[in-house]
């Protein structure tokens, strides 16, 4: 669980700058600084793709997500993207009264999508629901480089792990970043990333 805040402090900066070559990242500040009090969750939105690690996400939302959340009496209702951008309307336009956590299952795209919703709320929910991310997809890169855990292919143990930290209810303020920049229609276009960010034609190649 997580909740987006903040700037990168200019000593992370710097460990990151100086970094030996070939030497394992550190940990920024916000992962080594102790979580929250627990304060488990009573009721949770989960917003997951379906098609989300080769279709893994549904499954693992069936099988382990949802019985272990019921388990710990969590009121948990479910919703699945069905579109590009949707799981960022969501985000952006659920209504989170009553929520104590809005969780995302997948890959780094739908929990990016999530969040640029999720924090362009004006009714208050970004201070009083926490996001909590279920890595399902097929990288995973945010919790690999961040947390420096590989998961890559969303195994059954580190997505009980994740799970388990929701219902425990401990949660930290982490760095999120806003870029303004101009869309190709040439209106402004604003993005909130937790992760990195890449612009250009890179992104979109595939090999021939």
């Not at 460990?15 to 969750?41: I, M, Q, R």
């Not at 997948?106 to 969040?115: A, H, K, P, V, Y």
């Not at 947390?147 to 949660?171: E, M, P």
């Amino acid at each position: 669980r997580r909740r987006a805040s903040g700037m990168t402090s200019s000593v992370d900066i710097e460990l990151l700058a100086n970094l030996p070559k070939g030497k394992k990242p550190p940990l920024l500040s916000p992962f080594v600084k102790p979580a929250s009090e627990p304060k488990p969750p009573k009721s949770a939105i989960l917003i997951y793709n379906p098609v989300g690690g080769k279709k893994k996400a549904a499954r693992l939302a069936e099988r382990l997500v949802l019985p272990m959340l019921k388990e710990a009496g969590v009121q948990v209702e479910t919703r699945t993207t069905e579109y590009q951008g949707h799981a960022g309307e969501m985000g952006r336009t659920l209504s989170l009264a009553g929520v104590d956590a809005l969780l995302v299952m997948g890959g780094d795209g739908t929990l990016s999508e999530l969040l640029d919703g999720f924090i362009q709320r004006e009714d208050g929910a970004v201070s009083s629901c926490a996001l909590g991310f279920i890595p399902a997809g097929t990288g995973n890169t945010y919790v690999r480089e961040v947390l420096g855990v590989k998961t890559a292919g969303a195994s059954d143990a580190f997505v009980r792990a994740a799970v388990q930290a929701i219902i425990d209810g401990r949660s930290r303020r982490v760095d999120c970043q806003q870029l303004d920049m101009t869309g190709l229609d040439g209106k402004p276009l604003r993005r909130i990333s937790i992760n990195t960010v890449m612009a250009g034609f890179g992104p979109d190649a595939n090999a021939g």
